[in-house]
């Protein structure tokens, strides 16, 4: 039996988990969490035991200096609760920390176990891959889940992906096998730019999650640093003149096919959070997975200067591969 003392009890709350690692490309699905954590000063009432999941010589400890003693902090993963206030306050449970190591049902049950005894009447798991997208275009991000009855009231994707899967993939099973309504969020990373940040995934993320569960996230600076992120990528990638022809290519691609952000569906969302956030309404207050399911190659750079110089973007791959356009659950 978990004890939770001091958590209060919560008001229609959902959980909303990200993990560092295979899932999380750019960053973009663990910094969505740890931005609303910070936004709405979310406070850590539970943190797993770190030698039940981590293997220390993946995940090693850090050591840091306070008030001149050395501590350490271990690769965990940490609970916090935050309300969101507003006319029809309810609260999230944000769930932020590494994929682990090694039991992961055990990690999943753990997890379930504390979403049985604050009531946690859904489940939201964000991850973000690297795929065939443009960083000039609208960030992708599908829903999935394995409810049907969810599926149709909610708008998402029935999963149908097979094939090798993290940690997202396990806790979004693992929950519908105990019953608890769970949906997996995936943003699309371009792979030419796949090192962290990735703030217009990290926002397109926010905004979906927004829609989903109906409130209204403070973004802060979001806006303002993600389009800084895409010009910054439009003049690196510029100089460079294959990647800028292959950046054309996916344009091209992007822009015939029938999208979700095309859509008149699509395009009323869209409205519908406008109005939230100039009317204040709806209650709120102010390695990678890739697109078919094999694991990133490391090492393609974030554009940006660094103190060894400019980096450029890799050379493309050559036209003619066979990544398919599924995503990951």
């Known amino acids: 039996m978990i ?28 910094t969505a969490v740890a931005h609303l954590e910070r936004e709405w000063k979310g406070e850590v009432f539970a943190a797993l035991d770190a030698e039940d999941y981590y293997d220390f010589q993946v995940n ?22 935050v309300r969101v206030g507003g006319d029809t306050p309810r609260d999230l449970v944000l769930v932020r920390g590494i994929e682990p190591s090694m039991r992961w049902r055990s ?7 504390f979403a049985h005894e604050l009531g946690v009447e859904m489940v939201v798991v ?19 889940t394995s409810d049907t009855a969810l599926a149709g009231r909610m708008d998402l994707e029935e999963t149908k992906y097979e094939g ?13 096998h105990a019953g608890v309504p769970a949906v997996s969020l995936w943003a699309a990373v371009p792979h030419y730019v796949s090192q962290p940040p990735n703030p217009k995934a990290t926002l397109a993320l926010l905004n979906r999650l927004e829609d989903l569960i109906d409130v209204r996230i403070p973004l802060g600076d979001l806006p303002e640093d993600a389009r800084a992120w895409q010009v910054g990528v439009d003049q690196l990638a510029a100089e460079d003149t294959e990647v800028a022809e292959y950046v054309q290519s996916l344009e091209e691609a992007r822009d015939t096919a029938e999208l979700p ?24 207050v102010g390695g990678h997975a890739t697109a078919d399911g094999s694991e990133g ?6 554009l940006k200067d660094n103190p060894s110089g400019r980096a450029r973007p890799p050379k493309p791959p050559k036209a003619g591969g066979d990544d398919e356009d599924s995503a990951e659950d």
């Open 126 to 144: 964000l991850g973000a891959l690297l795929g065939d997208t443009p960083h000039t275009r609208p960030v992708p991000v599908s829903g999935t």
């Open 3 to 30: 004890e939770l003392e001091g958590v209060p009890e919560l008001i229609d709350p959902v959980m909303v988990a990200a993990f560092e690692g295979w899932n999380d490309a750019g960053d973009a699905a663990s």
């Open 297 to 302: 190659l490391p090492g393609a750079p974030y």
């Open 60 to 81: 090693r400890p850090t050591v840091f200096m306070e008030g001149g003693v050395r501590k350490i902090t271990w690769p965990t993963t940490r609970l916090s609760v």
């Open 107 to 113: 990690f999943c049950n753990e997890l379930l176990g």
């Open 261 to 284: 952000e095309a859509s008149g569906e699509a395009i009323a969302r869209e409205f519908e959070r406008y109005l939230r956030r100039r009317d204040g309404s709806g209650p709120g």
């Open 164 to 176: 090798p899967t993290g940690i997202v993939g396990i806790l979004q099973e693992a929950c519908t």
